[in-house]
């Protein structure tokens, strides 16, 4: 079945630094591809997405690319702030399901 | 626009009661889905509806219920509440065929405390 794999957490960076958070999956076809981020307290909010291969899903500074000879769709930003500090779930829909996998989630906490 | 609303906000329960969650979905939105987030866990399927009726459940045991609404509102329901139940209770909402399923929005969710 489909799965998806994250990187534990948490991860701890100062301001201004470089983020990266791991995303591999395993599903049939050609699944779909998303980020979304859960800030304390709230639910989860839609940070960017992907449907295709080489695709390029990108916001708020954030981006992530659809690797299909890697199965994986790594999230990237270039200078983290303290207000990104949340936990993030890298997800997928594979086509002919209307369920997504999610992974676990990797929680980010940014020091000023 | 609104977005996805959950009531309460908050739930306190004791062992062995009913809890009954509600979810107002995106306005022309037809598709409701339910998860479980418990400490964790990440987030766990529970139920999917799709224009009024119960598309799909997740690994849960029968005691999880629920239903759609005409306006497509949803209501979850947990009867014989053990502590384990404890965790956050998402809705999302989806546009349904017109999207494909493709993208969810979520609510703030309920938390669920059973003592």
């Known amino acids: 079945g489909d799965s998806v794999t994250q990187m534990e957490g948490p991860v701890t960076l100062s301001e201004e630094a470089f983020l990266t958070i791991n995303c591999t999956y395993t599903?049939?076809?050609?699944?779909?591809l998303f980020w979304y981020v859960q800030y304390p307290g709230e639910g989860l909010q839609l940070l960017l997405k992907?449907?295709?291969?080489?695709d390029k899903g990108s916001n708020k500074g954030f981006e992530a690319t659809y690797r299909k000879e890697t199965t994986s769709f790594h999230l990237e930003k270039g200078s983290v702030q303290v207000s990104d500090s949340a936990v993030y779930f890298c997800?997928?829909?594979?086509?002919?399901?209307?369920?997504?996998?999610f992974g676990r989630g990797t929680s980010l906490i940014v020091h000023p | 626009e609104a977005g996805v609303t959950q009531s309460p906000t908050h739930l306190i329960k004791t062992r062995g009661q009913q809890a009954t969650l509600r979810c107002s979905p995106i306005?022309?939105?037809?598709?409701v889905y339910w998860y479980q987030q418990a400490l964790g866990l990440g987030l766990q399927f529970l139920l999917w509806?799709?224009?009024?009726?119960?598309?799909n459940r997740g690994n849960f045991p029968p005691r999880f219920s629920g239903r759609q609404f005409p306006n497509y509102s949803s209501e979850l329901n947990v009867n014989a509440l053990e502590l384990e139940d404890s965790a956050l209770y998402l809705c999302?909402?989806?546009?349904?065929?017109?999207?494909?399923?493709?993208?969810?929005?979520f609510g703030p969710g309920t938390r669920l405390t059973v003592l």
């Open positions: 999302a909402s989806s546009a349904g065929r017109t999207s494909g399923y493709n993208e969810q929005f």
């Open positions: 599903a049939t076809g050609y699944p779909s």
């Open positions: 992907a449907t295709k291969a080489d």
């Open positions: 997800a997928l829909l594979s086509g002919g399901s209307y369920i997504p996998t």
């Open positions: 306005s022309g939105h037809t598709s």
């Open positions: 509806y799709d224009e009024g009726e119960e598309r």
